[in-house]
């Protein structure tokens, strides 16, 4: 009688083997005829793939205490929103820096002032003998401003007070240390005339505070945050470049423009007139140009998300003024489709 009870079971256990067998070859022969309309990774590989492969962005700005890094925050937000590709901000040493880092490979997308882009295309100044070729515009963004910033109890108060002073003038080869030399040249002065020091704007700011140095030159657009940030625990003086002074350095320097700083920006009771470079956005000229005219639709089409002060003075109508290199086809695209 066991024997027989055992046979039984070993039967129905058998049966249920089969049983079970075939309804998993039903499932698998149903999950290949489903696999192809599951097309999830098919679509973000043609998506990547209409951007040349290109995965991530690095847009290379300034120092954390400028203008250039926390517009580039924003820049990077809006790229990576409306292009899919990760796109983030990184600091560095701003412009001369970045122009040799986009020739190197070591970024892709940079804030530079339009006069020093202009030096490194021609191989002259601080790229003597190292000529950047591989490198094109995006757009023009806003005026980059010389400031040379003192505290307001001190005796520094025209360019011919700083003689003998120990002043910030930037990094050498950087745009403002180039800034610096030549107001100090249309002054009548050299750098053998000052202390001269190469600090970035955070150390400007507080050596000015500490009196370790007595001035600094500071090219970004206003309000810097560097000298927001002095002008909060004392107040701050713009040494004014006079009308004259503006006239006779556009005349060797052509690259430069009148500008002011308004009254009311640090505190200041009235405007003071200064003179200004631009700034612009460069590129690897070897990025897609799909994925340049994408990133530069990005930007311009969304300037009204821009929080900065200096987004204002962003416009798709002037992306194209003040710059004397190559742009970029991406580029050139979407500005001629939106300025017909």
């Known amino acids: 009688m066991f024997k027989k009870n055992k046979l039984l079971l070993l ?41 040349g492969d290109v995965k ?55 804030f530079v002032q339009t006069d020093i882009a202009y030096y490194g295309t021609n191989g002259t100044l601080m790229f003597e003998g190292q000529t950047i070729d591989k490198v094109s515009a995006l757009g023009a963004l806003y005026p980059e401003t010389v400031q040379l910033v003192t505290l307001s109890k001190s005796d520094i108060k025209t360019f011919a007070d700083l003689k003998g002073k120990k002043v910030s003038v930037g990094a050498p080869g950087s745009g403002t240390y180039a800034n610096a030399e030549q107001l100090l040249e249309i002054h009548g002065l050299t750098m053998d005339d000052i202390k001269a020091q190469n600090l970035d704007f955070g150390e400007s700011a507080d050596g000015i505070q500490s009196g370790q140095i007595d001035a600094a030159f500071i090219t970004a657009g206003y309000p810097t945050g560097a000298v927001e940030a002095l002008n909060a625990t004392n107040g701050v003086h713009i040494v004014p470049v006079e009308a004259d002074k503006a006239a006779e350095l556009i005349a060797k320097y052509p690259y430069y423009a009148v500008d002011a700083i308004p009254a009311g920006i640090y505190g200041l009771e009235k405007e003071v007139p200064a003179v200004s470079v631009g700034a612009m956005l460069a590129v690897n000229k070897d990025l897609p140009e799909d994925l340049v005219y994408a990133m530069t639709k990005a930007i311009y089409d969304n300037v009204g998300k821009i929080s900065h002060a200096k987004g204002a003075f962003i416009k798709a109508e002037t992306g194209l ?16 489709e939106v300025n017909k």
């Open 56 to 110: 991530y962005l690095s847009i290379l700005t300034g120092g954390t205490q400028g203008t250039y890094y926390p517009l580039g925050g924003t820049f990077a937000d809006l790229i990576t929103s409306d292009t899919g590709v990760k796109t983030t901000a990184e600091v560095s040493q701003a412009s001369a820096a970045n122009m040799t880092a986009l020739q190197n490979g070591e970024g892709d997308v940079a």
């Open 11 to 51: 039967t129905m256990v058998s049966a249920l083997l089969l049983v079970l067998a075939a309804c998993g070859s039903d499932e698998d022969s149903g999950k290949d005829t489903e696999k192809p309309a599951d097309s999830t990774a098919d679509t973000d590989t043609t998506a990547q793939a209409d951007f």
């Open 321 to 336: 003024d003040g710059i004397g290199i190559d742009v970029h086809p991406g580029a050139q695209k979407y500005f001629d």
